[in-house]
């Protein structure tokens, strides 16, 4: 079967920095995505893994491993506008699977 | 276009009435995908096009629901005989995907939000 957890919600205070884990048993790999969605929006594209390792874009930084099925998006210096929806997604062959989601609140 | 295009971004049905939902990719983009939200869960893959053919409709909930895709580009999802249940934001999306090893970013419209009543 195909599976991919991820935490329900979490909450972090602004400036801290805060790791939203995700696991996954998929039939196919070829590739890891992070997207972030804010309420009543579509999901926003914001990191890609396919070989182990860290990936860092800005403030955003991606981990995977593919050996234990695990990836890790990490956010510093959270700020109030990074309230959101994170979704992993793995995309075998050719269709993207989701996560449902980790709600994330930044507290002031 | 410059980004993926959904049209009606809103639509209020009576049940039992049929709908169509309208997806223009990203120029250039050969995959298409519509996925279904419903409120507060995450996102349920319904269709996958590759040009004009559709190679994986596992996801359609039932056979009320059809999606086609004409000349490599727009695609349209109809749903028949409207239910309830069927309300939920309609995601299309696309990429420039060409072959199953590639890795191609997908990228979302702003939906299709659509309430059975």
């Known amino acids: 079967g195909q599976n991919i957890d991820q935490p329900t919600e979490m909450t972090a205070t602004e400036g801290a920095i805060v790791q939203i884990n995700c696991t996954y048993q998929?039939?196919?790999?070829?590739?890891l995505f992070w997207y972030q969605q804010h309420a009543g929006e579509a999901p926003t594209f914001l990191s890609y893994n396919v070989l182990d390792g860290l990936e860092e874009k800005g403030r955003f930084s991606s981990f995977l491993s593919r050996s234990k099925g695990y990836s890790y998006l990490l956010l510093k210096e959270l700020q109030m506008k990074d309230s959101a929806s994170y979704l992993c997604?793995?995309?075998?062959?050719?269709?993207?699977?989701f996560g449902t989601g980790t709600r994330l609140k930044v507290l002031a | 276009g410059a980004g993926v295009s959904q049209s009606p971004s809103n639509k209020v049905t009576e049940k039992g009435k049929d709908v169509e939902l309208r997806c223009d990719p990203i120029?250039?983009?050969?995959?298409l995908y519509w996925y279904r939200q419903s409120l507060g869960q995450g996102l349920e893959f319904l269709i996958y096009f590759q040009g004009n053919s559709a190679p994986d409709k596992s996801g359609l909930p039932s056979d009320r629901f059809s999606a086609e895709r004409t000349g490599g580009s727009v695609s349209t999802l109809t749903i028949q005989r409207t239910q309830q249940e069927d309300s939920a934001v309609y995601l299309c999306?696309?990429?420039?995907?060409?072959?199953?090893?590639?890795?191609?970013?997908?990228?979302f419209g702003e939906g299709s939000w659509l309430t059975v009543v």
């Open positions: 120029s250039g983009h050969t995959a």
């Open positions: 997604a793995v995309r075998g062959t050719y269709k993207y699977i």
């Open positions: 999306a696309s990429s420039q995907q060409t072959d199953s090893n590639s890795g191609n970013t997908i990228y």
């Open positions: 998929t039939s196919g790999f070829n590739g």
